[in-house]
């Protein structure tokens, strides 16, 4: 009897039924996000990770607002609710479900479980312990899960130091970065982990910046001031994560973000930089055709910025696309005829660089296997993930 | 020891009988862990209720309350604590909810809810803890 309730919970009410109780909240408001919120939190309650998945994907299918907010920090919110309904219980990873799927969204779940897991022990030998584990127990079908978790981790270092509630440290970026920095530095990884690391505290710094929390604010003339004179280690990081939120600063026009990034004088910076601001236009601007509409702003923008911008948009939509089905937009954009020659090849090397990332070498095959442009089979075959 | 033809029906149909319970007790036991984290305390009787701040989150966690009444949020965790609205992290939906900086764990806020309606709110520094405050008469 017990056994038939805990099933009905999960089968029984349809997606649509679930969340029909939001609809009764302004189309397009923080409240119905919150109240999408209540029920993804439901169903992880009810189906753990997967059931939680399961209804993410059916709001990015059937709402619009919700794939159209960043479906990378809707699925933070996932990572919460299994370290409060499951870690917190438990206290131990092997009891903990991490379903194949969840990694969708730039794995985002996966920021917003290891910054609390982190967080609440902020050393940088534990950091490595559970991104060892990470790394053995999903690496296989989550191949970005070992640097996603030392991503994470600088998330979780820059939390624990602003929960001590010194607000001496309010408002002067640099203090409140310098410990988190350095436990980073402080991790027995390669470099590029703790690079990774870097990357996490300076993206939480960034968002603090743009929501005005801890006394910060951001730049919008400038954004990109406090990585000029940052330490050598630092300085990319620093750069990465400001590039990424440059939506408001440029207005989310292409030409304003090259406008912007033209001003930086360290060599190659400003081309990495179009790229990840672009694809992070994605996140908040995605529609069903916004992709296509964005191709037509990089081909009026100045020739040298071309292939950064349209492997910025791959980038986007693969880290910001429809669960399960990322390859779709990045296609479209790939064997579009405005797309040929050196943009195509680079804009295919974007696809499967992204793809490989997210899904396992199988997958991706799986995905050649479905004929979705001519030229994209072609790229398939070239790579070999297919044959003739 | 051999094990009869008839013995091991009757040994496999108690282990699957076992294997049912555990299962069934299993899921009771999280229908009810489910129940209590979605139950809501109708506190419309008081002017002034307390909320506290533990390690397994907010207690009462839900409350039911009528306009005009108090509502203290503590912590017995240690640690700094700082009720807001949701969403995390912006406290768009009441944006007066929200004690606007850490508050001290030997200190405890305090708020006024004048506005109808089923607020959820969080813990900013901790934002996996969470909990609704329903406001209706």
Redesign the interface.
């Known amino acids: ?3 038939a ?2 099933i009905s ?1 999960q089968k029984s009410v349809p997606l649509s039924e679930a969340f029909s109780n939001c609809e009764s909240y302004p189309k397009r408001s ?2 119905i ?2 109240c999408w ?2 029920v993804l ?2 169903y992880h ?2 189906g753990g990770v997967a059931a939680a998945f399961v209804a993410f994907d059916y709001l990015y299918e059937n709402k619009v607002y919700f794939a159209e907010t960043g479906c990378h920090l809707h699925a933070h919110r996932i990572g ?2 299994a ?3 499951s870690f ?1 219980i438990h206290h131990d990873l092997d009891k903990l479900s991490f379903p194949e799927g969840s990694q969708v969204c730039g794995y985002g779940f996966y920021h917003g479980f290891i910054e ?1 897991l982190i ?1 609440d022990n902020p050393s940088p030998q534990y950091v490595r312990e559970v991104c060892d584990y990470m790394d053995k127990r999903l690496s296989g079908m989550m191949p970005l899960i070992r640097i996603t978790c030392f991503h994470g981790s600088g998330h979780g270092f820059a ?1 624990a130091e ?4 010194d ?1 001496t440290i309010w408002g002067d970026y640099e203090k409140i970065i310098n410990v988190p920095l350095q436990l980073c530095g402080e991790l027995q990884a390669e470099e590029s982990e703790i690079s990774e690391c870097y990357e996490g505290v300076f993206n939480v710094l960034v ?1 603090w910046m743009e ?1 005005g ?1 801890y006394g910060l604010s951001y730049n919008y003339q400038d954004p990109f001031w406090i990585c000029v004179n940052q330490h050598t280690e630092y300085k990319w990081p620093c750069y990465y994560e400001v590039g990424q939120k440059l939506d408001f600063a440029s207005q989310y026009s292409v030409k304003n973000a090259v406008a912007i990034v033209s001003q930086i004088s360290d060599e190659g910076y400003d081309q990495r930089l179009l790229q990840l601001a672009v694809g992070n236009f994605l996140q908040s601007r995605n529609s069903a055709t916004a992709h296509i509409e964005y191709l037509s702003d990089c081909f009026e923008i100045e020739d040298r910025y071309l292939p950064s911008c349209v492997q910025g948009l791959v980038a986007g939509v693969v880290e910001h696309g429809n669960p399960g089905d990322e390859q779709k937009k990045a296609v479209e954009i790939c064997s579009h005829e405005l797309v040929g020659g050196y943009i195509q090849r680079g804009c295919y090397e974007e696809v499967f660089g992204r793809l490989t990332k997210l899904y396992p070498k199988t997958r991706v095959t799986a995905l050649c296997n479905q004929s979705l442009s001519e030229s994209f089979t072609e790229s398939c075959i070239e790579k070999g993930y297919i044959s003739l | 020891m051999k094990i009869k033809g008839s013995s091991k029906l009757y040994i496999g149909f108690g282990f699957l009988c076992v294997v049912v319970m555990i299962v069934g007790i299993f899921a009771l036991y999280n229908n009810s862990q489910q129940k209590s984290d979605f139950e809501f305390h109708d506190m419309r009787g008081q002017k002034e209720v307390e909320i506290l701040l533990s390690d397994d989150g907010y207690r009462p966690k839900n409350i039911v309350i009528k306009p005009g009444t108090v509502v203290t949020f503590s912590t017995d965790r240690g640690t700094s604590h700082w009720p807001a609205s949701n969403l995390h992290p912006t406290h768009s939906i009441y944006s007066a909810f929200d004690s606007k900086e850490p508050v001290a764990s030997d200190e405890v806020w305090s708020f006024k809810f004048e506005r109808k309606g089923e607020w959820n709110y969080h813990d900013h520094l901790r934002s996996y803890f969470q909990g609704t405050i329903e406001v209706a008469d």
Do not use: P
């Open positions: 009897m017990a056994v309730i805990f919970q923080d409240a996000l919150d919120y209540q939190h439901e309650n009810a919460d609710f370290f409060f309904d917190l609390h967080q939390l602003v929960d001590e509630g607000i968002s929501t929390e």
